[in-house]
């Protein structure tokens, strides 16, 4: 959200306008993928990685203008809380060895981030949410001082006209109430863009609708918010109540939530992802295309307005001279190690790619909303889930272990990569980082509890977090994926 702007009282003048140039957008996006560039997009992955800054104590620290001003790097840029910063790749193509190309920007950009925080007797992290964090660390007083975030502040703040509630149940429970959106800030993923031609993105998208939950289980590293042990990936629930303003609407029924999963499978193409933005979610941000820094502002307020909807796979329309479409995972944590991460992303476009060609097969065998069950599932329990997943004869809905549906579509991804024209060095590289994740069990949220259950028995308790992210610092350090971790 590359914005310079602040946000003051909205007149109903300024509402109005900006109303009605979403609505003439968005009649205008039909005619704009027609243009030969949309369906001409070679396959292509880029991706953008948040991390925390830390001090020498391993508990957060607000650094990142610090770390912007030292580290040179192109691509970072500060996030809404001071101790996250974040690193946006150069996208590759998806031939050959495209995730050693972004493992190789990644090692470059985070080794330059670290080094420039060590300056601060720092260091960064890439972890969904910081064990040691606190309700100390989620003021005011750690917003990033930028009018955009200011801005995104005060509009949710004015909507939900109260705190924010928390309140998520696992192995602990949490019951909380923040004042301010800093708590969105304590979520850090890695998210991943995955470029398709236009007239694929209607299967694409539902294949990631239907493949996502199993990469999250997978993938999951936020085990812990405020000292508690709650899902194995807490950011997908965290992130969807922090700014959830509805807790305070006065009707007999409640919206749709902002942070969603989706609202069915997709018929009619990216376009009616961007109608459900602008029809199901009034705009919190009002800024008008002359406002904004971009080069192509034709479609300013729309995407403007579609990009405070917070879909975990998100519909991206990229207008301009070399116009595409792609979709976004967002539901990806950050960590714990840079090979982990882009396994995580390859086991998923491979799962996209493949499967989009049978994607209508599943559809008529699983409703969406087993599909959005099968999301927070294993957002919550992992590898230990149990999904709804379609069987090839099936007369009825059943119930498999997560991990026995993902040994099956192994194969699957190794094809879809191969279709995209992954080389095979690549594929059986980061292929075998999932398959002994999936052997061993262990990813980066039981690898934290695990320790976390080992520390409590020698190690004084207001020091077992600290000396838990000093160790996956330094794991994390040697680059061995997760899998390898003692």
Not at 126 to 149: C, E, K, M, V
Not at 175 to 198: D, I
Not at 311 to 339: C, F, K, M
């Amino acid at each position: 959200m590359g914005l310079q702007f602040q946000q003051h009282h909205v007149t109903e003048a300024q509402n109005t306008l900006f109303h009605e140039r979403l609505h003439s957008q968005l009649s205008s996006v039909d005619q704009e993928l027609l243009r030969p560039c949309y369906d001409q997009s070679v396959v292509s992955f880029g991706a953008e990685l948040e991390m925390y800054l830390i001090d020498r104590h391993f508990m957060p620290a607000a650094l990142n203008e610090s770390v912007l001003s030292k580290a040179r790097v192109n691509g970072l840029q500060d996030e809404l809380n001071q101790y996250n910063i974040e690193y946006n790749l150069e996208p590759v193509v998806a031939s050959e060895v495209p995730f050693s190309q972004l493992a190789a920007q990644l090692r470059h950009a985070t080794r330059a981030i670290d080094q420039a925080a060590s300056l601060y007797d720092g260091h960064a992290l890439a972890i969904g949410i910081l064990p040691t964090l606190s309700a100390q660390h989620l003021t005011q007083d750690f917003l990033t001082n930028r009018p955009r975030y200011k801005a995104l502040s005060n509009a949710l703040k004015a909507l939900n006209n109260g705190p924010f509630n928390i309140d998520i149940h696992g192995l602990d429970t949490i019951k909380t109430r923040c004042e301010e959106v800093t708590l969105e800030g304590a979520n850090t993923s890695f998210q991943f863009h995955h470029r398709v031609p236009v007239s694929r993105f209607t299967q694409c998208y539902n294949a990631a609708q239907l493949t996502s939950p199993l990469v999250l289980a997978l993938a999951g590293n936020s085990p812990f918010f405020m000292g508690k042990r709650l899902w194995q990936e807490t950011r997908i629930a965290l992130f969807k109540q922090s700014i959830d303003y509805r807790d305070h609407f006065s009707g007999r029924w409640r919206p749709p939530s902002r942070v969603n999963f989706g609202n069915g499978w997709l018929r009619q193409g990216i376009a009616e992802c961007l109608t459900e933005s602008v029809a199901l979610y009034p705009p919190i941000l009002h800024v008008t295309a002359e406002r904004m820094n971009n080069t192509d502002n034709r479609f300013g307020e729309l995407l403007l307005h579609h990009g405070t909807v917070w879909s975990w796979n998100r519909a991206i329309l990229q207008p301009g001279e070399n116009g595409h479409v792609r979709i976004e995972y967002r539901s990806l944590p950050a960590g714990p190690t840079i090979d982990d991460m882009l396994a995580n992303a390859a086991l998923q476009v491979g799962l996209v790619e493949s499967l989009s060609y049978d994607c209508e097969s599943y559809l008529q065998r699983l409703p969406f909303r087993y599909a959005e069950y099968n999301f927070y599932r294993c957002a919550q329990y992992g590898l230990n889930a149990r999904v709804i997943w379609p069987g090839k004869h099936q007369t009825a809905l059943s119930e498999h272990r997560v991990t026995d549906v993902i040994a099956d579509l192994l194969p699957v991804a190794d094809d879809g990569l191969a279709l995209a024209g992954v080389s095979r060095d690549e594929r059986d590289r980061y292929m075998n980082i999932i398959e002994h994740r999936l052997a061993a069990r262990q990813t980066g949220a039981s690898w934290q509890l695990d320790t976390f259950n080992r520390l409590t028995a020698s190690v004084a308790p207001h020091h077992v977090l600290p000396e838990l992210c000093r160790r996956y610092y330094q794991l994390s350090q040697d680059g061995q994926p997760v899998a390898c971790w003692e």
